[in-house]
């Protein structure tokens, strides 16, 4: 049996930051397979991207990984403890999307500590995390902003302090400059990067780009639902 795709040996991390493996996972949506038996394995602190095209199944990949699908078949652990069918508010993992998913209602430091309240932190203490956390992405005063008065580039910043604030133990960023120009994407990239690096957090990355793939720890090819060679 071929052992999973890796950048690090077993045995070296454990616990809530340890080891995230994905173990023979296969997702169908009708009779179209997404996902086809999918395995591997990032380590605590490490950098991971899945590269294909568009239709390869990348992001259900991802989503399974991060709580959002559950698979037909196989399963999820952190640190060894299967997570398969644990829902995403309960796992304690950040998420960053193409289309930067926040929220019109809320300005923008609300958006920020949204998750903080999630979490039973008191309103004085969330928002000045917040605050803390929109000046390290370079929005620091923006707060009672409303969010349709950014540009995308502010809202992805804004949606980078939202998945940092609250310290995840790993980060899933789906096409995270999807949405964005080419200047703007590499200033979000390279501050997503400079946060992930800082933080010391586990990162797994949808990406078609493979410029952006090649800055990361391990990089893992799908086509058709398959990690390829």
């Given at each position: ?26 997702r ?48 999820v ?18 998420m960053?999307?193409q ?14 500590a ?7 932190v008191?309103k ?11 000046a ?5 005063g ?7 008065s950014?540009?995308?580039?502010e ?12 310290k ?8 995270p ?8 994407g590499e ?25 952006i ?17």
């Amino acid at each position: 049996m071929t052992a999973a795709p890796r950048a690090r040996s077993a045995g070296e991390n454990g616990g809530e930051r340890g080891i995230l493996a994905l173990n023979g996972v296969t997702r169908r949506f009708g009779d179209y397979t997404a996902v086809d038996n999918v395995s591997f394995e990032v380590g605590a602190g490490e950098l991971l991207a899945l590269v294909g095209a568009s239709g390869s199944g990348k992001t259900t990949t991802l989503r399974i990984a991060a709580g959002y699908e559950v698979p037909d078949s196989g399963t999820v652990t952190l640190g060894g403890r299967d997570i398969t069918r644990v829902p995403p508010e309960r796992r304690g993992f950040g998420m960053v999307f193409q289309h930067y998913a926040l929220f019109p209602h809320m300005p923008v430091e609300e958006n920020v500590a949204f998750g903080l309240a999630a979490r039973g932190v008191n309103k004085v203490d969330r928002l000045i995390k917040a605050r803390a956390a929109l000046a390290s992405v370079g929005l620091e005063g923006a707060g009672s902003r409303p969010i349709q008065s950014l540009s995308g580039g502010e809202q992805q910043r804004v949606a980078l302090a939202r998945a940092f604030v609250v310290k995840p133990a790993l980060l899933f960023a789906d096409e995270p400059t999807g949405s964005l120009d080419f200047a703007t994407g590499e200033t979000v990239m390279a501050l997503m990067f400079e946060l992930n690096r800082e933080a010391g957090t586990t990162l797994v990355l949808v990406t078609h780009d493979s410029d952006i793939a090649a800055r990361c720890d391990q990089q893992l090819r799908i086509e058709a639902g398959r990690i390829r060679a």
